[in-house]
């Protein structure tokens, strides 16, 4: 069972950037899909970018293609989400995810994994 905690959230003017990262702990991490989600108050949590397993293949929400960027470390263990070009729109709790997979592709649902979230405010 993997273990996941986020971290390098914060407040960050608009246009700006951030990276948020994600360290696994407790699982086999090569056998993991992973990936982040966000959710913004008053609405439902959003699926944002996911790499497969190996690394080859990533998906991204079309509201962060262009500006956002999921890649994972093995060496380290973690997983990470470079924002660049924010928006006061992608002010949320952004959280890091994992799914067991037996086949490499990059899931956009049925992950089991969460960890507790980071805060991500843009200022306008």
């Known amino acids: 069972q993997v273990q996941l905690v986020e971290s390098g959230g914060g407040l960050v003017q608009a246009g700006g950037s951030l990276r948020l990262s994600c360290a696994a702990s407790?699982?086999?991490?090569?056998?993991?899909?992973m990936s982040w989600f966000r959710q913004a108050p008053g609405k439902e949590r959003a699926f944002v970018a996911a790499?497969?397993?190996?690394?080859?293949?990533?998906d991204y929400a079309d509201f962060v293609k262009g500006r956002f960027t999921i890649s994972r470390d093995y060496a380290k263990k973690m997983v990470y989400l470079q924002m660049n070009s924010l928006k006061p729109e992608d002010t949320a709790v952004y959280y890091c995810?994992?799914?067991?997979?037996?086949?490499?592709?990059?899931?956009?649902?049925?992950?089991?994994?969460w960890g507790q979230g980071t805060q991500v405010t843009v200022s306008s």
């Open positions: 995810a994992a799914k067991m997979t037996s086949t490499d592709y990059a899931p956009n649902y049925g992950f089991n994994y």
């Open positions: 407790g699982g086999t991490f090569s056998m993991y899909a």
């Open positions: 790499v497969s397993r190996t690394g080859g293949y990533t």
